[in-house]
């Protein structure tokens, strides 16, 4: 007997304010590719989310077209998986809306990000990088997504989603499904390899520590060579108190498939020079696949048609969304 059970929801997306980078591919991009055949996915280019901070137009058009281009090349398939703009679907900017009038100034007040930049004391903070977590609350349950995959430093988002999606069900009705946040174990957190106490960052300042997925290979090499390590001349997992050589051990063991614990006893004994060789060996065969398929993808007519099509799937699901919303707060009194 065929089953016809409905498969559950996945969504996710990328902020492109910068070029992808190794951490965004090894947090999430491998990640969705795994997903595409357990869940209905839809991945989508958050670009919306660029503009809380000023962005080049020349610079924000090249990095949504490689975005779009990576998200291909490592292995998204527009026959598995729903990609699509954000801004290709309006409905998620009139949802956004909608979850601002529904959260709080005292929730956004402790989101990750803007607490951090004004203690930082950072200056012309623009409204939309306050209120966008009510915008990606709207992303997340315009469809109806029963998982979100995200690193750890991102759950805090979720959070919030889920309870602007509880007070919005108690206020007017069963009306969102309440959405899980889904953590990686390994790889989850890249770590820049020049500060290895800080995620590995597309809009960091510097870029030593930072590995680009198009970026050029000897490149990617030299930065994993220099990467910051430690004094104890042993190759062991031990991120308190080695986080320099863990981050490097994590990189390796995701991107190869092999456990933490057979690379650290393989290396029982060397050198970390020997050490940084495999682990920029293995990097480089990954970025060269991907970086191939990549040239092949900019130079054809998939992206173009990959958008046009996943824009009418997701619009399609967000307009009957966002239609019933409305009806339930008291804004629709016309029948369509």
């Known amino acids: 007997m065929e089953n016809t059970e409905k498969r ?32 209905e996915m839809l991945v ?29 090349a490592c292995g998204l398939d527009p026959q598995r998986a729903t990609i699509f703009l954000q801004s290709d679907v309006k409905e998620h900017a009139q949802l956004g809306f909608i979850m601002n009038c529904n959260s709080y100034q005292g929730e956004l007040n402790r989101m990750t990000q803007y607490k951090d930049k004004v203690a930082k004391g950072e200056t012309n903070l623009t409204v939309g990088l306050y209120t966008y977590p ?11 997504a029963d998982y979100v995959p995200v690193g750890e430093d991102q759950k805090q988002h979720v959070e919030l989603t889920r309870d602007i999606a509880n007070r919005f069900n108690n206020r007017y009705g069963e009306t969102f499904r309440i959405p899980e946040p889904v953590v990686p174990k390994v790889g989850a957190r890249i770590m820049s390899l020049s500060d290895p106490s800080k995620k590995m960052s597309k809009s960091d300042k510097g870029d030593k520590g930072c590995i680009y997925l198009l970026e050029d290979l000897k490149s990617a ?32 063991s995701s991107l190869s498939g092999e456990a933490i614990e057979t690379i650290v006893e393989r290396f029982a ?45 997701a619009q ?3 307009s009957r969304k966002l239609e019933k919303v409305q009806r339930k707060i008291g804004l629709e009194f016309r029948k369509r």
Do not use: W
């Open 269 to 313: 004994g060397k050198g970390y020079g020997e050490f940084k060789s495999a682990v920029a060996d293995v990097v480089c065969a990954e970025l060269e696949r991907i970086q191939a398929r990549y040239n092949e993808i900019i130079n054809s007519t998939l992206i173009e048609e990959t958008l046009a099509e996943g824009a009418v799937k």
């Open 134 to 144: 009510c915008l990606m609350a709207a992303d997340i349950l315009i469809y109806d």
């Open 221 to 252: 090499r030299k930065k994993i060579m220099s990467a910051v390590t430690d004094n104890e001349a042993c190759v062991r997992f031990d991120p308190e108190n080695q986080p320099g050589i863990a981050n490097l051990l994590t990189i390796m």
């Open 8 to 39: 559950k929801v996945m969504l996710s997306g990328i902020k492109p304010s910068g070029q992808l980078t190794l951490g965004n591919y090894i947090g999430a991009l491998r990640n969705f590719v795994k997903y595409q055949d357990e869940y």
């Open 44 to 72: 989508f280019i958050a670009n919306l989310h660029c503009i809380t901070v000023y962005q080049d137009p020349k610079e924000l058009k090249k990095n949504l077209k490689d975005a779009v281009a990576l998200y291909l």
């Open 316 to 318: 399609r699901l967000a």
